[in-house]
């Protein structure tokens, strides 16, 4: 009896370590991007940032949050498999928003590393003004 209750305990225990081996990863290329100087009056701009599931299992992307209004992400919302790549759009608003800007969208995931934060920067010349 003991020698099939230390078994069965071995086996459940190789069945939970196997399992803990499965996991998905998003690795960005970058995680921050400067704009530059942007005229306000050309209206939104936008910038892709690009990942790889570097894990062995399906990423998914639960949500990605913008700290403001002013800036808008996309992301997949089918999961993306082991090896495959994936991109999170993110754009910028600047119209009625001149001067320096810097903003962050969170994204949150399925992974190992269930968040990650990306950037993005700039200056916004007012209407009027020129580069």
Not at 89 to 114: C, D, H, Q
Request: proline share 7%; hydrophobic share 35%.
């Amino acid at each position: 009896m003991k020698k099939i209750l230390t078994l069965t305990i071995m086996l459940v225990a190789a069945i939970a370590g196997f399992a803990e081996d499965k996991y998905a990863q998003a690795t960005f290329a970058e995680k921050s991007h400067d704009f530059g100087q942007i005229l306000e009056t050309k209206g939104p701009v936008t910038h892709t940032f690009e990942f790889v599931n570097t894990g062995n299992a399906p990423l998914i992307i639960v949500e990605a949050v913008a700290s403001c209004g002013c800036t808008r992400p996309e992301y997949p919302t089918k999961p993306i498999k082991p090896g495959k790549k994936g991109k999170i759009k993110v754009t910028y608003s600047p119209i009625g928003r001149p001067g320096a800007f810097s903003k962050s969208v969170r994204v949150k995931t399925n992974g190992r590393e269930r968040f990650t934060t990306l950037h993005i920067e700039g200056v916004a010349i007012p209407k009027g003004k020129t580069e």
